[in-house]
């Protein structure tokens, strides 16, 4: 008896590690791709080229950075970025919780009727050209309002706000409220709002996340290059391979030599463009991780 | 059904007209408004507008005044040499993507969860969500830096190990493409992917693990015959989201790994659609075949529904 239990336990301790030890593979091979852009864009072109530079930089140089921050369109990129992003996430949010709060209220006649009309633009859609007909025609292209208005009501929030407001939200509270003589706008001010607090901050996340990363949008709707967000900017360096002049600058040295230090433009490029949200995530993680309990649809 | 409930939460109040009830939560279709006007003009009318497919849309006449031309843009697609590899593109690599990340998140949860050492469990969970945060464009520009001949990581690598004897160029390469974006799809996402799992797992009751341990089971034992059970309901509606959406694979990526060479297993109905529609300016007939996709999408949209909701009656609820 008393061996096999021992016997149970260091089985147990074997998987454990085997576990851990499979685990911290994998963590290291998720990060490795990340931490070798990382050291290449502070290593001279031609280590890389030769493969020096596989766990520590080799021949350091920022020369990339300095390139990359002398670019014009970066640097507009990212403002466009924030103002698109910041201006993008406040209408959605309030879309998604006005509506979510408003279909939660459980005496609304005509509800069902408002969640169907929603839940069809889920999965059926006018597609790419009506959509962009429409929007033409609205006098939207151009301007910051063609990134956010196409996209509608983000339906898949609204559902998992409506199931928050639901849920942790007592009947209670609002009934109070009433006899106190609140309207129901006060109350949702008042009360509903600030009770949200923890869901709101899942839907300002991923929004933000969505609005910083998009690019698909402006492809269609931005034609002026002046108004290109981030990812736009980024796609000319690292799809189109366009370093522009002011990037390649005052260089000696023939082609091969272009080339490489379009390379090290590129790795740049890629760590100025990941950092803000890669820094950002870990301090909003738990707040995800909630909004995923918190919205999980109950059967 | 309505009015059972209305009479249920205000038992004492009388029964008042729809009007009178309407009129009473004015606020409340004040909050609504923004949000449905919205959906009409930019998701409504788009689907009205979707006739164009079978008019020759022209900007003066407009969505309604176009000349009505039947069928002619589907026969068009359907005459195209291309088109049955472009369906066939399309289908396969969502098939194949299916396949793969799918059943990753899964197996990944069930081992994140069995970790005892929490700091160890925190730290691994961060990194592996960390590239969900990275955008397409970014990784786009990662894989061709990756895969590129000249001194991409891949060959350098390759090269070291000796695999290869000289740099292969994988970006160009059209019997590579499906493994590129797969692949990629699971670094990015797979980590991300175990989140509804592991918040399942979470809410397993910790007796019955206790229980199965005095009962002698070992822990491959009680990820079989307690986790796995425990998320089977969450794993059939991630399945129904996945196949539902299979006609609407990622356009984004295949549009950013594909180069003019790669094109014969790149070029999916969704490029097609852009570079038709956007590039091309032929409006009509990038909205017909986008139309075609979106029929074959609720067509199997429907029967996952109807297949899994016979399936789930034996199997859960």
Same mark, same amino acid.
């Given at each position: 008896?008393?061996?096999?239990?021992?016997?149970?336990?260091?089985?147990?301790?074997?998987?454990? =590690?085997?576990?851990?030890?499979?685990?911290?593979?994998?963590?290291?091979?998720?990060?490795?791709?990340?931490?070798?852009?990382?050291?290449?864009?502070?290593?001279?072109?031609? *280590?890389?080229?030769?493969?020096?530079?596989?766990?520590?930089?080799?021949?350091?140089?920022? *020369?990339?950075?300095?390139?990359?921050?002398? *670019?014009?369109?970066?640097?507009?990129?990212?403002?466009?970025?924030?103002?698109?992003?910041?201006?993008?996430?406040?209408?959605?949010?309030?879309?998604?919780?006005?509506?979510?709060?408003?279909?939660?209220?459980?005496?609304?006649?005509?509800?069902?009727?408002?969640?169907?009309?929603?839940?069809?633009?889920?999965?059926?859609?006018?597609?790419?050209?009506?959509?962009?007909?429409?929007?033409?025609?609205?006098?939207?292209?151009?301007?910051?309002?063609?990134?956010?208005?196409?996209?509608?009501?983000?339906?898949?929030?609204?559902?998992?706000?409506?199931?928050?407001?639901?849920?942790?939200?007592?009947?209670?509270?609002?009934?109070?409220?009433?006899?106190?003589?609140?309207?129901?706008?006060?109350?949702?001010?008042?009360?509903?709002?600030?009770?949200?607090?923890?869901?709101?901050?899942?839907?300002?996340?991923?929004?933000?996340?969505?609005?910083?990363?998009?690019?698909?949008?402006?492809?269609?709707?931005?034609?002026?290059?002046?108004?290109?967000?981030?990812?736009?900017?980024?796609?000319?360096?690292?799809?189109?391979?366009?370093?522009?002049?002011?990037?390649?600058?005052?260089?000696?040295?023939?082609?091969?030599?272009?080339?490489?230090?379009?390379?090290?433009?590129?790795?740049?490029?890629?760590?100025?463009?990941?950092?803000?949200?890669?820094?950002?995530?870990?301090?909003?993680?738990?707040? =995800?991780?909630?909004? =995923?309990?918190?919205?999980?649809?109950?059967? | 059904?309505? &009015?059972? &409930?209305?009479?249920?939460?205000?038992?004492?109040?009388?029964?008042?007209?729809?009007? @009178?009830?309407?009129? @009473?939560?004015?606020?409340?279709?004040?909050?609504?408004?923004?949000?449905?006007?919205?959906?009409?003009?930019?998701?409504?009318?788009?689907?009205?507008?979707?006739?164009?497919?079978?008019?020759?849309?022209?900007?003066?006449?407009?969505? +309604?005044?176009?000349?009505?031309?039947?069928? @002619?843009?589907?026969? #068009? !697609?359907?005459?195209?040499?291309?088109?049955?590899?472009?369906?066939?593109?399309?289908?396969?690599?969502?098939?194949?993507?299916?396949?793969?990340? !799918?059943?990753?998140?899964?197996?990944?949860?069930?081992?994140?969860?069995?970790? #005892?050492?929490?700091? +160890?469990? #925190?730290?691994?969970?961060?990194?592996?969500?960390?590239?969900? !945060?990275? %955008?397409?464009?970014?990784?786009?520009?990662?894989?061709?830096? +990756?895969l590129s001949p000249y001194g991409g990581l891949i060959n350098i690598l390759g090269e070291a190990l000796g695999f290869i004897r000289e740099?292969?160029?994988?970006?160009?390469?059209? %019997?590579?493409?499906?493994?590129?974006?797969?692949?990629?799809?699971?670094?990015?996402?797979?980590?991300?992917?175990?989140?509804?799992?592991?918040?399942?797992?979470?809410?397993?009751?910790?007796?019955?693990?206790?229980?199965? &341990?005095?009962?002698?089971?070992?822990?491959?034992?009680?990820?079989?015959?307690?986790?796995?059970?425990?998320?089977?309901?969450?794993?059939?509606?991630?399945?129904?989201?996945?196949?539902?959406n299979l006609m609407n694979v990622g356009f984004e990526k295949a549009y950013l790994l594909q180069t003019s060479l790669n094109k014969e297993?790149?070029?999916?109905?969704?490029?097609?659609?852009?570079?038709?529609?956007?590039? @091309?300016?032929?409006? %009509? +007939? %990038?909205?017909?075949?986008?139309? !075609?996709?979106?029929?074959?999408?609720?067509?199997?949209?429907?029967?996952?529904?109807?297949?899994?909701? &016979?399936?789930?009656?034996?199997?859960?609820?």
């Amino acid at each position: 008896m008393n061996r096999k239990k021992e016997n149970g336990l260091s089985s147990e301790k074997v998987f454990n =590690f085997c576990n851990c030890a499979f685990l911290l593979v994998l963590v290291v091979i998720v990060a490795y791709p990340l931490y070798y852009v990382l050291i290449a864009s502070i290593s001279d072109p031609y *280590e890389v080229y030769a493969g020096k530079t596989f766990i520590l930089p080799s021949k350091v140089t920022f *020369e990339g950075y300095a390139r990359v921050f002398r *670019e014009e369109s970066i640097a507009r990129g990212y403002l466009n970025s924030i103002y698109y992003t910041v201006l993008g996430t406040l209408v959605s949010v309030a879309l998604i919780i006005t509506t979510a709060y408003s279909v939660s209220k459980k005496t609304l006649p005509f509800k069902k009727t408002i969640m169907v009309f929603y839940v069809i633009t889920m999965y059926f859609g006018g597609g790419l050209i009506p959509t962009y007909l429409v929007v033409s025609r609205t006098g939207l292209l151009n301007s910051v309002w063609s990134l956010i208005l196409p996209g509608g009501v983000a339906v898949y929030n609204v559902i998992v706000a409506r199931t928050y407001f639901e849920n942790s939200i007592p009947e209670e509270l609002y009934e109070a409220a009433a006899i106190d003589g609140s309207s129901n706008l006060g109350t949702f001010f008042k009360i509903a709002l600030p009770l949200a607090k923890p869901i709101l901050a899942v839907m300002v996340i991923f929004t933000m996340v969505a609005y910083w990363n998009d690019w698909f949008t402006a492809l269609i709707y931005m034609g002026e290059k002046s108004k290109y967000p981030l990812q736009l900017a980024l796609r000319q360096i690292l799809i189109q391979s366009q370093a522009t002049a002011t990037m390649m600058g005052n260089m000696d040295g023939g082609y091969a030599e272009a080339n490489k230090i379009t390379e090290l433009i590129k790795f740049a490029s890629i760590v100025v463009g990941a950092v803000p949200m890669l820094i950002a995530y870990p301090f909003v993680q738990r707040y =995800f991780e909630k909004g =995923f309990m918190a919205g999980a649809v109950k059967g | 059904m309505k &009015k059972g &409930k209305q009479g249920n939460t205000n038992a004492a109040v009388p029964k008042e007209s729809l009007w @009178k009830q309407v009129v @009473k939560h004015w606020e409340f279709y004040v909050l609504l408004l923004p949000g449905i006007l919205v959906t009409i003009i930019y998701k409504y009318i788009p689907i009205y507008g979707i006739q164009i497919a079978f008019r020759d849309y022209n900007a003066v006449d407009g969505f +309604f005044g176009s000349a009505w031309v039947g069928l @002619k843009w589907f026969q #068009r !697609f359907f005459g195209n040499y291309n088109s049955v590899r472009m369906i066939r593109n399309t289908i396969l690599l969502s098939l194949y993507s299916i396949l793969w990340t !799918f059943p990753i998140p899964i197996i990944l949860a069930l081992l994140i969860n069995q970790i #005892r050492q929490k700091r +160890f469990q #925190r730290v691994s969970q961060t990194i592996l969500y960390a590239p969900h !945060f990275i %955008s397409v464009m970014i990784l786009c520009g990662m894989l061709r830096i +990756f895969l590129s001949p000249y001194g991409g990581l891949i060959n350098i690598l390759g090269e070291a190990l000796g695999f290869i004897r000289e740099p292969v160029n994988l970006i160009d390469s059209a %019997s590579a493409f499906r493994t590129i974006y797969i692949a990629s799809s699971i670094w990015q996402d797979a980590g991300w992917g175990t989140i509804i799992y592991i918040s399942t797992l979470s809410s397993v009751d910790a007796s019955l693990h206790e229980a199965a &341990k005095v009962d002698g089971a070992n822990a491959i034992q009680r990820i079989m015959h307690i986790d796995i059970p425990e998320l089977i309901p969450v794993i059939v509606i991630q399945l129904i989201m996945s196949f539902g959406n299979l006609m609407n694979v990622g356009f984004e990526k295949a549009y950013l790994l594909q180069t003019s060479l790669n094109k014969e297993t790149s070029e999916i109905i969704a490029t097609y659609v852009y570079e038709q529609g956007m590039l @091309k300016a032929m409006y %009509s +007939f %990038s909205t017909a075949v986008s139309l !075609f996709n979106t029929v074959v999408n609720i067509i199997l949209l429907v029967a996952v529904n109807k297949i899994c909701s &016979k399936l789930s009656d034996v199997s859960f609820v």
